[in-house]
T-cell receptor, first 114, second 111 residues
Framework: DAGVIQSPRHEVTEMGQEVTLRCKPI?????LFWYRQTMMRGLELLIY????????DSGMPEDRFSAKMPNASFSTLKIQPSEPRDSAVYFC????????????FGPGTRLLVL | GDSVTQMEGPVTLSEEAFLTINCTYT??????LFWYVQYPGEGLQLLLK?????DKGSNKGFEATYRKETTSFHLEKGSVQVSDSAVYFC??????????FGAGTQVVVTP
C-alpha cells in the first residue's frame, strides 16, 4: 500500500514568493495533519482535518499560512508571501479516524526560503 | 496544556549496549503515548504505542511501559545495533488525535 505522499520533496524559493505544498493521505484515512519541524521549535502541529473539514488551525503561525482539503485524497498547505523564517521541513500525516489513532507520516517537504 | 519532556541527546552507544531514553509527560486527560523514530532524511515512523496505564508497547526489540503513577513512558532496548541510529520522539495524543511531541533524542550507535 502506498503511504502518505508529499510533493515536492525539496523546494527552494525567494522571499515573497508563494509556496504550495501538497499531500495525498493514505486511502481510507479520514484525518489529516500538517506539521512543521525546525531545529528551534521541534515538531509543531499546524492544522488538522477530519473528513476534509479543518478542525483546529490554532497552530498556523499567521495569516500567511493557509491549508485546504478539497477532497479526501488531497490537501495543500500554502504560504504567501514566504519568508526566510518559514524554512523548515513540513510533514503531512494521516490516520484512519480521529482520536488516538496512529498517524502515518509522509517523507516531508524541505523548504528553504532565501 | 499537555507537554512531553524527553532526555536530551545525542546519546552515543557502542553496538550491543543497553539503551534507555527517558520520557515524562504532563496531560490533563488520559492520553495515548507513542514513540516515533526518524531516520536521516525521512519522515517519522511509529515505533510503538500504549493506550492506557500499565500497557507495554513493543516492536523491533524496543519496549516502553505506560506508567501513570510516574507519568513516564521510557524507551528501552537491550542490545542496540548500528541500524538503530536515528532520532527518537516521545509523543502523546489527546482525545482528538493531536500529537504533542518531545524535542527528540538523537541516538548514535558505533560499531
Amino acid at each position: 500500500d502506498a503511504g502518505v505522499i508529499q510533493s515536492p520533496r525539496h523546494e527552494v524559493t525567494e522571499m515573497g514568493q508563494e509556496v504550495t505544498l501538497r499531500c495525498k493521505p493514505i486511502s481510507g484515512h479520514n484525518s489529516l495533519f500538517w506539521y512543521r519541524q525546525t531545529m528551534m521549535r521541534g515538531l509543531e502541529l499546524l492544522i488538522y482535518f477530519n473528513n476534509n473539514v479543518p478542525i483546529d488551525d490554532s497552530g498556523m503561525p499567521e495569516d500567511r499560512f493557509s491549508a485546504k482539503m478539497p477532497n479526501a485524497s488531497f490537501s495543500t498547505l500554502k504560504i504567501q508571501p514566504s519568508e526566510p523564517r518559514d524554512s523548515a521541513v513540513y510533514f503531512c500525516a494521516s490516520s484512519r479516524t480521529s482520536g488516538r489513532e496512529t498517524q502515518y507520516f509522509g517523507p516531508g517537504t524541505r523548504l528553504l526560503v532565501l | 496544556g499537555d507537554s512531553v519532556t524527553q532526555m536530551e541527546g545525542p546519546v552515543t552507544l557502542s553496538e550491543e549496549a543497553f539503551l534507555t531514553i527517558n520520557c515524562t509527560y504532563t496531560a490533563t486527560g488520559y492520553p495515548s503515548l507513542f514513540w516515533y523514530v526518524q531516520y536521516p532524511g525521512e519522515g517519522l515512523q511509529l515505533l510503538l504505542k500504549a493506550t492506557k496505564a500499565d500497557d507495554k508497547g513493543s516492536n523491533k526489540g524496543f519496549e516502553a511501559t505506560y506508567r501513570k503513577e510516574t507519568t513516564s513512558f521510557h524507551l528501552e532496548k537491550g542490545s542496540v545495533q548500528v541500524s538503530d541510529s536515528a532520532v527518537y520522539f516521545c509523543a502523546l495524543s489527546d482525545e482528538w488525535g493531536k500529537l504533542q511531541f518531545g524535542a527528540g533524542t538523537q541516538v548514535v550507535v558505533t560499531p
